[in-house]
């Protein structure tokens, strides 16, 4: 089945412990994206990449970091979490225009 | 910088009415994207527009971008209850970053 898969789904962390949002998609797609939804904010992207070793960053890349070594695979870093990365966190990837979103990751960072 | 705005933030209609969201940009766009997220779920992407003036149906909706490429909408024709969620504009301006918009919560009344 094609899909977008994330883990962990629910996480609670204490600030500045690093984590990692595990992303990977099987579709074989070249794009994949961060997002991060806030109420009343919409969805956010945090950061893309082209394709393996090509990343960017979107709109509000400032306290994280990614990686693209292999296709498949789009993981998410906090190095340093803070409460205001509180967020319910999606991860994409696509070929064409259609973006296929994971289920989504909830972070609580107390 | 580059934003787009979306109206309204919520919706509530009884089963039966019609249903309108707004999405505008103060720039031209590239292409805009719409997708519908499910109460506890992820965004699924709906359709793309590309084209200045373009209309596509998919069964009740109906969507449109605008002639000169600044806004975009969605109606629904009809609201049936597994319409209920929150439909989100998406617009491209010629990069690869993708804009959301805050999106449009739909509720409907039986």
């Known amino acids: 089945e094609a899909q977008v898969t994330q883990n962990p789904r629910y996480l609670i962390t204490v600030t500045g412990k690093k984590l990692t949002v595990t992303c990977s998609q099987n579709?074989?797609?070249?794009?994949m994206s961060w997002y991060r939804q806030d109420p009343g904010l919409g969805l956010r992207q945090i950061y893309y990449?082209?394709?393996?070793?090509?990343?960017d960053k979107g709109d509000v890349p400032e306290g994280y970091k990614v990686s693209r070594k292999e296709k498949r695979n789009f993981p998410l870093i906090l190095e340093s979490p803070s409460p205001n990365q509180t967020s319910l966190y999606f991860c994409?990837?696509?070929?064409?225009?259609?973006?296929?979103f994971g289920p989504g990751t909830r972070l609580l960072v107390l | 910088g580059q934003q787009v705005m979306q109206i309204p933030q919520y919706q509530h209609v009884q089963e039966g009415e019609d249903f309108t969201t707004y999405c505008n940009s103060s720039t031209t766009l590239s292409n805009i994207q719409w997708y519908k997220q499910r109460p506890g779920g992820h965004p699924v992407f709906l359709i793309q527009l590309v084209k200045s003036g373009e209309v596509k149906k998919q069964k009740r909706l109906t969507f449109q971008f605008g002639e000169a490429k600044k806004n975009s909408s969605l109606h629904i024709t009809a609201t049936q209850t597994t319409d209920v969620g929150t439909y989100f504009c998406?617009?491209?301006?010629?990069?690869?970053?993708?804009?959301f918009g805050t999106g449009t919560r739909l509720t409907i009344i039986p």
């Open positions: 998406a617009g491209n301006f010629g990069n690869e970053k993708l804009t």
């Open positions: 990449s082209m394709n393996v070793e090509v990343t």
């Open positions: 994409a990837s696509s070929l064409r225009e259609t973006q296929y």
């Open positions: 579709m074989n797609h070249e794009y």
